[in-house]
């Protein structure tokens, strides 16, 4: 009964892992477009700001959450392997798997697109860690959420 808890703890936190860090990269990568955009142009106003926000999380953030969702379907179950075999580290391992995940997904991806990069803010090393980070929030995030979803679940019934 213990592991159908902890299976369920593990679902229920996916998604908003999920979405944290898809949000977390697409705020990431407006960022990094506006900062490229500001640096040859005249500066740009918190406003605008904003709004370019707010409309990359609307129609570049889906595609983002995305590569999010196939990379930590692959990822965590493998961060959930190695847990296993050394019994500890969840939260690093979770982090980790997420981040390395990302680092592989953007590799893949750009290998096959067209233009030289999917992801603008991928073409510079800050930016590169800076997505990377915001899946290794997500993995960290994930295994948190998992954790205190677990803990306070509704103990399975012995016999009925």
């Not at 983002?64 to 179950?77: N, S």
Request: hydrophobic share 55%.
């Amino acid at each position: 009964m213990r592991t159908r808890r902890r299976t369920l703890s593990y679902l229920l936190a996916f998604i908003p892992a999920v979405l944290l860090a898809g949000v977390l990269g697409s705020v990431i990568q407006t960022q990094f477009n506006l900062l490229a955009i500001g640096s040859i142009g005249p500066a740009i106003d918190f406003a605008t700001r904003l709004e370019t926000t707010l409309y990359d999380l609307r129609h570049f953030g889906p595609v983002y959450t995305a590569i999010i969702f196939l990379v930590y379907l692959i990822a965590l179950p493998v961060a959930h392997l190695v847990v296993r075999m050394q019994k500890r580290q969840i939260y690093a391992w979770c982090a980790v798997a997420t981040a390395i995940g990302l680092w592989v997904a953007l590799r893949v991806i750009d290998h096959f697109a067209p233009m030289p990069t999917l992801i603008a803010a991928t073409r510079t090393t800050p930016g590169t860690l800076l997505m990377i980070f915001s899946s290794f929030l997500g993995g960290l995030f994930y295994a948190w959420l998992s954790r205190i979803l677990r803990r306070y679940l509704p103990r399975a019934r012995q016999g009925t």
